[in-house]
């Protein structure tokens, strides 16, 4: 195990030097939310610059920064209002990545059953309208596609489409949840009105973020499952009399999990800040969105900073797992190290 | 490896595919079989009819396209933050419903004295704030001393009051003369007054949710008022979870009547078609700004009520007139005889709007209604650059914000059509478009040369739009918002005049004269002013569009 102590050990320099691009990157960006804030009084805003610490040294200022995140999970406060914005960042980046786990479920599992029927029957009709959905799911603008995803919904089949979370009128019913994950949480107390509302409100995103993946690992599975299938050990298992079904499933898919699997992680890591579009489309209350509405767009450094601290965060975290779940695939992962 | 005997099975797979796609065309035929006349926006109503009975209860939903700010009245400039604070707080006058006229609020009356210096009011007994504490004279005398006095313990160090700096330079002390007695002494009479005391920076506040939390280090009360505010108003505040919803709820306390909702909800949704796609699903019940070219559909819709109200703004085509060419006038006549606004209305508005002859609009009091536009004339125009020496024409630039505006719902297209009617008569324009607050910046600095930019109605006096946007005193680099930096000294005066006199005719009189100035002068060329538009579905009564600005939901309930 000495290869998944020393995985996670490298991931603490790894989101240190993360932070500090990110903290030089937020600084050196030319005018912030105070220069809007303060345009007209100048005394103002050197008073509050000094109050909050804002002509410190550098390695000061990001020195205090880093130890009120790791010590309390502070992310500074805002330029615009002097709120903490780090509660907020939270609770958006719970809808993202409750958006982000559904879209991937789905993603990954529509993926993975169409590239492994692609491959086993190559250039059949299933093959080429999966190659074309893929192609779909990779070139066609998310935009669009939730565009009209909305637009069918709403007038084909009366689906209530709601940018909330759940239906307002549930308020009472979430009220003493501890967390933000609210889909994960109502399903846990079996709060299944709960539950059903926030799936509904989920369906439209999820289906629209899951193209991505959905293409990515459509054709990855391909790629992997064809270049195993020709491999002699698949040959050697046919020959040895076990059903296709057999060596498909328990031989072939094993082998080519490994890339899907990192790809997957990828991809995971990639759509918890790169939902923007979906999120905006959709009015989801998501951690991409939030950044560049309230962050980028008015300039506030903290949440900018904060927001890509903790996408970049929540990306190194998967990454993480994913290497640790190579050791569970691959004994070879174990044996090499 | 090659696995036979699956193939057939796998392409009953498909068959799902071609029967969806069915059904979607079927869909689409059936709705294009309803045609109906054109949009008439001048035909649309402004309100929402009443129910006689209304409904008690319910969650009224307000889809809008952006979150707000900070909630503290005195403090908020932008729209979304207003519409928020206009039903949590009280002002001592407030606008009568759905007009621009001014009633009675807080205050139930007033005295002048005979050189309109004085200003006394008296105050409604038994209000209480929704934390219970009453208001009374002190509280008002609190809500105004909190922004005059730069060194006031409810004073954030960030606070602009920006509102107050603007309206009331002429307002020297506001005193309680008893319990229920306010008094107001301006140093110089301001005919704009009594507007400018309904406007939502002069809400009253809560003196004792400031002195809730004791004082910060450097004396300032430690309540953060701005996240979480305590008024008078007919809703309380409730919760704000940022850039996804604010809640308020109804206060069943309300001196005017308790509202019929239990709770409003104000939700951002920044895309106009998500927006309206939520209000088609009913999870929300009413939005602003649709898009122009979506009103035909939602005329269509029986689910939902168009409501439109003449617009009080302007967007308008700025020259810097402390620059060349633009210091020249028969250049600046050439560019207002160069543009078309009919084809720029037609182009960027959808045909919705109408075309702007002065920089007061239309629709408010003092627009002088004898001004004759000129018509597109492109060889006046260059007849003129070649007397002003600039035969060959010249190059310039004109700035435009890269985010639509109420007034300014397509920059690009707006600012393609001017720069392709200056380039007819010889002017080559550059396009420079900039993000919202770098355009404030640029232009309040005079960086620009020219600039694309609009102004609503504050407060309903046409000293808001003239002298505002076209005063010398407001063409101070760094703070302007006369942004053609216009300096002309008898529409000064005439301006200065205008605000001192109480005597609607006289003023007319005199910004008639300002307008005629200016027209010649042509330091801006006033392109058009747009209706507000609203949506609210059908089983919605009681809302109103207030043609000053700010959303009231206090009338709103549901159809039973």
């Known amino acids: 195990m000495t290869y998944a102590l020393r995985r996670i050990l490298v991931t603490f320099p790894l989101l240190l030097a993360v932070s500090l691009i990110v903290f030089a990157l937020a600084d050196a960006l030319p005018g912030d939310a105070a220069d809007w804030r303060f345009a007209k009084q100048p005394e103002a805003k050197a008073a509050w610059r000094k109050a909050r610490g804002l002509d410190d040294p550098f390695v000061v200022r990001w020195g205090r920064y880093v130890k009120g995140f790791a010590t309390r999970l502070d992310l500074d406060r805002s330029y615009q209002d002097d709120e903490p914005v780090g509660p907020e960042l939270f609770r958006k980046l719970q809808a993202t990545f409750e958006l982000t786990l559904c879209a991937m479920t789905l993603g990954v599992l529509v993926g993975l059953a169409v590239g492994i029927l692609s491959a086993v029957f190559p250039r059949s009709p299933l093959d080429y309208l999966g190659q074309v ?55 846990a107390r079996l709060r299944l009105d709960v539950f059903a509302s926030c ?20 054709r990855m599975t391909r790629a992997a499952m064809l270049e195993e299938m020709g491999k002699d050990y698949a040959t050697t298992a046919r020959a040895k009399g076990l059903r296709a079904r057999q060596v498909i499933l328990r031989h072939v898919l094993r082998n080519a999990l490994i890339p899907i699997v990192t790809i997957t992680g990828l991809q995971f890591g990639q759509l918890m800040g790169g939902a923007v579009l979906t999120e905006t489309v959709f009015s989801w209350p998501g951690l991409g ?49 | 490896m090659r696995i036979r005997g699956f193939r057939a099975r796998a392409g009953l797979l498909l068959l799902p595919v071609p029967l969806l796609l069915l059904c979607l065309g079927c ?54 933050s207003v519409m928020v604070v206009t039903n949590l707080f009280d002002t001592l006058v407030a606008f009568r419903r759905g007009s621009t006229e001014i009633e009675p609020s807080l205050a139930t009356d007033w005295s002048t004295s005979p050189d309109k210096l004085v200003w006394t009011f008296r105050l409604r007994e038994g209000v209480t704030f929704h934390d219970k504490s009453p208001l009374d004279a002190a509280a008002v005398v609190f809500s105004f001393e909190r922004q005059r006095d730069p060194t006031h313990s409810a004073r954030r160090a960030t606070s602009v ?135 035909e559909i939602i005329q269509r819709n029986p689910d939902l009520r168009l409501l439109g109200s003449p617009g009080i703004n302007v967007c308008y085509l700025a020259m810097h007139t ?58 006046r125009a260059k007849r003129l650059l070649a007397e002003a020496g600039y035969a060959d024409g010249f190059k310039t630039s004109l700035s435009y914000p890269a985010s639509q505006r109420t007034y300014l719902p397509d920059p690009p297209t707006t600012a393609i059509q001017i720069q392709q009617d200056l380039k007819e ?131 709103v309930s549901f159809a039973r």
């Not at chain 1, 979430?174 to 994960?184: E, I, P, Q, R, S």
């Not at chain 1, 890509?308 to 070879?332: C, E, G, K, M, S």
């Not at chain 2, 129910?51 to 008690?56: H, I």
């Open chain 2, 161 to 295: 009051f920006s509102y107050y700096q603007n309206n009331f330079k002429s307002l020297e002390k506001v005193e309680a003369v008893d319990e229920h007695t306010v008094r107001f002494t301006l140093k110089e009479p301001y005919a704009p007054f009594l507007a400018a005391l309904a406007l939502f920076n002069c809400s009253i506040v809560s003196p004792r949710a400031f002195q809730s939390e004791g004082k910060d280090a450097d004396g300032r009360y430690a309540y953060n008022f701005a996240q979480r505010p305590v008024g008078s108003g007919p809703f309380v505040f409730e919760s704000w979870e940022k850039d996804s919803r604010i809640t308020l709820r109804a206060n069943k306390d309300y001196w005017g009547g308790a509202p019929r909702i239990d709770k409003l909800i104000f939700k951002p949704i920044v895309d106009a078609q998500t927006r309206l796609k939520e209000l088609e699903a009913g999870s929300i019940h009413g939005m602003d700004n649709p898009e122009l070219r979506d009103l």
């Open chain 2, 425 to 555: 008569v010889g002017i080559e324009v550059e396009l420079r478009k900039r993000d919202w607050s770098a355009l404030i910046k640029e232009t309040q600095n005079g960086e620009h040369e020219m600039c694309l930019m609009g102004w609503m109605a504050d407060i309903f006096d046409p000293d808001n739009f003239l002298y505002v946007l076209l005063d010398r005193e407001n063409a101070v680099e760094g703070t302007a918002n006369n942004l053609s930096f216009y300096k002309g000294d008898r529409v000064h005066e005439l301006l200065k005049e205008a605000q001192a006199s109480y005597d609607i005719h006289r003023r007319e009189r005199l910004y008639k004269e300002a307008q005629e100035i200016l027209f010649e002068e042509a330091p801006t060329v006033p392109l058009v002013t747009v209706p507000d538009f609203r949506v609210v579905r059908k089983d919605v009564r009681g809302y109103t569009i207030y043609p000053a600005g700010g959303e009231f939901f206090r009338h």
């Open chain 2, 27 to 80: 869909e689409g035929r059936k709705k294009a079989a309803e045609a109906k006349p054109p949009l008439d926006v001048t035909k649309l109503l402004p309100q929402a009819p009443d129910d006689p009975q209304p409904k008690d209860g319910g969650i009224f939903i307000w889809g809008r396209s952006g979150d707000a700010t900070l909630l503290d009245p005195a403090d908020v400039t932008d729209g979304e």
């Open chain 1, 199 to 218: 799936a509904r409100n989920l369906l439209l995103p999820a289906i629209a973020l899951s193209t991505i993946p959905m293409a990515v690992v459509t």
């Open chain 1, 289 to 337: 969105r939030y950044i560049v509405a309230k962050g980028v767009a008015a300039r506030d450094t903290p949440v900018i900073a904060g927001g890509i601290l903790l996408v970049a965060t929540t990306f190194i975290v998967v990454n993480l797992l994913v290497d640790l779940l190579y050791v569970v695939i691959d004994p070879r992962v174990r044996e090499q190290r």
């Open chain 1, 133 to 187: 959905l893929a192609l779909g799911g990779i070139s066609v603008p998310i935009f669009w596609l939730g565009m009209v995803l909305i637009v069918v919904a709403v007038k084909v089949f009366d689906f209530p489409f709601s940018s909330n979370r759940y239906d307002l009128a549930l308020e009472a019913r979430v009220k003493d949840f501890a967390t933000h994950l609210y889909l994960l949480e109502s399903l």
């Open chain 2, 322 to 379: 402390g620059k060349k060419p633009f210091d020249d006038v028969r250049v600046r006549q050439a560019v207002a005889f160069a543009i078309d606004k009919r084809r720029i209305i037609a182009a960027a508005y959808n045909n919705i709007g109408k075309p702007a002859v002065s920089m007061c609009p239309e629709t408010m009091v003092g627009f002088d209604r004898t001004l004759i536009d000129r018509t597109r004339d492109v060889g």
